[in-house]
């Protein structure tokens, strides 16, 4: 089955520096891409839509200054959170569709990035 | 827009009990409807899914069945484990360009032995 590989698992930064995250389709080539963010017990909310080769879309709210979404390739995709401070704090999920598949398996998630901002 | 509204948590149950937990949507056009259970700490993993009315997904002894007429689509086991407890998200995409799915907020499952 379709698998999307996401790094670091947890991340522990200093206020002020910037944190990459990864998201990679393994197995499938990802044209479309999504970012959340979960705070504790509750749902996902969605942070933005990349498509490769072109730039994200970022939902309401979202400052996409902040949040840098870049998605290269058909199977990469980096989410980096720009002078992070303790309220960026959060758990980060990636997933991965490509067009036609949405209802063969859905949407493939990554295992999540825990981010704690010190 | 569309919305899915899932019953709220947490659901607490004895392991071999019966489960349900409620799923209701609203949206345009015949959507794909899923399930997507996250373990502790995790990534969301799909549970089962269904694409048109009528159609009952299944997996792992849990089954929902798309019904359009009520707009639901209720997850059900007949018989719970422990390693069942997980939080669990109803989900519906519209079909539309965007392919973003809608979820609801969750209902966090903890079954005891």
């Known amino acids: 089955g379709a698998v999307v590989s996401q790094h670091p698992s947890w991340v522990i930064c200093k206020s002020g520096t910037s944190v990459k995250i990864e998201c990679r389709s393994l197995?499938?080539?990802?044209?479309?891409m999504f970012w959340y963010r979960q705070f504790p017990k509750q749902s996902l909310m969605l942070m933005a839509t990349?498509?490769?080769?072109?730039?994200?879309?970022?939902e309401q709210g979202v400052e996409k200054d902040k949040f840098l979404i870049n998605h290269a390739s058909l199977t990469l995709s980096t989410l980096t959170v720009t002078s992070a401070h303790p309220e960026d704090s959060s758990f980060y999920i990636c997933?991965?569709?490509?067009?036609?598949?949405?209802?063969?398996?859905?949407?493939?998630f990554g295992s999540g990035t825990r981010l704690t901002v010190v | 827009g569309n919305s899915v509204t899932q019953m709220e948590g947490p659901v607490t149950l004895s392991e071999e009990a019966f489960l349900t937990i409620n799923c209701t949507y609203t949206?345009?056009?015949?959507?794909?409807l899923f399930w997507y259970v996250q373990y502790p700490g995790e990534g969301l993993q799909l549970l089962l899914k269904?694409?048109?009315?009528?159609d009952k997904g299944s997996n792992k002894g849990f089954e929902a069945t798309y019904r359009k007429e009520t707009t639901s689509f209720h997850l059900e086991k007949g018989s719970v484990q422990v390693s069942d407890s997980a939080v669990y998200f109803c989900?519906?995409?519209?079909?539309?360009?965007?392919?973003?799915?809608?979820f609801g907020k969750g209902t966090l499952l903890t079954v005891n032995p």
């Open positions: 997933s991965a569709t490509t067009p036609g598949q949405e209802s063969n398996y859905g949407y493939t």
């Open positions: 197995d499938f080539q990802a044209t479309t």
């Open positions: 990349s498509n490769e080769g072109s730039k994200a879309t970022y």
């Open positions: 949206a345009t056009g015949y959507p794909s």
């Open positions: 269904a694409t048109k009315a009528d």
């Open positions: 989900a519906l995409w519209d079909g539309g360009s965007n392919y973003k799915l809608t």
